[in-house]
């Protein structure tokens, strides 16, 4: 069973940065991700991607998050972060990190609890 535990999410003020992590764990048995990433959703809003990263490293960002966040990765640790800059209210949302792997040649998606990113003065 894998689960994803996202922390870093909180109160800051326009301009400010933030760190989220996640770390995947998979009981019983050892598991591949081979994409890792955040999503966000605000209050009346779809969830829409934020940023993913391939287990060789290729990058996607949305266009209102590029050169402001930066997504990382250990494929060793299973572990996912997101470091965000300059922070604008219109980031606000609740932020997931989601973990996508091939099992028995059949996509399977994982989502973690959330973690509620506030940006606000």
């Known amino acids: 069973q894998v689960q994803l535990v996202e922390s870093g999410g909180g109160l800051v003020q326009p301009g400010g940065s933030l760190r989220l992590s996640c770390a995947a764990t998979a009981s019983g048995s050892i598991v591949s991700f081979y994409v890792m990433g955040w999503y966000r959703q605000a209050p009346t809003k779809s969830r829409e991607l934020v940023a993913i990263?391939?287990?060789?490293?290729?990058?996607e960002y949305a266009d209102s998050v590029k050169d402001r966040f930066a997504i990382s990765r250990d494929n060793a640790k299973n572990t996912v972060s997101l470091q965000m800059n300059s922070l604008k209210p219109e980031d606000t949302a609740v932020y997931y990190c989601?973990?996508?792997?091939?099992?028995?040649?059949?996509?399977?998606?994982?989502w973690g609890q959330g973690t509620q990113v506030t940006v606000s003065s």
């Open positions: 990263i391939t287990t060789g490293g290729t990058t």
């Open positions: 989601n973990a996508e792997e091939i099992h028995i040649g059949v996509p399977v998606e994982y």
